[in-house]
């Protein structure tokens, strides 16, 4: 039984190696043809708009006259991206809002753009393939709006205090799969920095026992202006 358990936990380890290996190898065809979208989205970038913005009441007689393929309530980050989608998919789309764009949980978030550390440690603790490619893909979204909206977001290094000497290699070691799911789409390099150095950056921080610090990088991002810029492309 205990040799069918160690045969499991060897091919599960097997399967996820291999699973991160062909990920890995699957960036460069994904950086590619991003470049490509941004070339191609590109055109007529500059080209200003010429029409005026239809008044409060002309779109809303808009709404009673015209038929819409598909109507989003809600012009939080939800609505709006639901809004994107369905527009470049060619349906006609309506948006009604009851307040302002943003003006729920969407402008009230960390505004972090990440893959999510703990998610990572949850999919390798359990095996869980289905979380991984959740962080994979956060991880290729935080890179993608770090590359076509550097006016509203940019990379943020966080630091994480440790104050158990087993936890250094243990972090060290769960950050370190962080840069390498990212791949080449690893915002920075993480790397740990000593106890004096952790306290000359943060000098509020509780010295005793303190052992040191780790440093990585995720995204941070105007979560609000990020969610108006949606909804205009939307338009
Ligand atoms: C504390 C916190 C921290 C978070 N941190 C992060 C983070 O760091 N990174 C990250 O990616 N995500 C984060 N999230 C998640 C993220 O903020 C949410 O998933 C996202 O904002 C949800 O957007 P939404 O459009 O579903 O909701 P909302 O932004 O709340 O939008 C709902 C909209 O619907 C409108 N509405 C409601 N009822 C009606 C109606 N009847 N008719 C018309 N309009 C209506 C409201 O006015 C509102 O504008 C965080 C969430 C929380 C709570």
Redesign the pocket.
Known sequence: MARVGKLTAVGAGVVGLGTLVASYAMDDDQHTKRQFARVVASEGLYARPTKPLPTREEQMKNLRLEQFDVLV???????TGCALDSVTRGLKTAL????D??????S???????GGVRYLQKAIMGLDYEQYRMVKEALHERANLLDIAPHLSYPLPIMLPVYKWWQLPYFWFGIKMYDFVAGKECVKSSYAISKEKALELFPMLKKDRLVGAIVYFDGQHN?SRMNISIALSAT
């Open positions: 309530i809600g012009g939080g980050a939800t609505g009604v809002e009851l307040d764009f943003s003006s729920g949980t969407s009230r978030s960390t505004k972090l753009l990440h979560d």
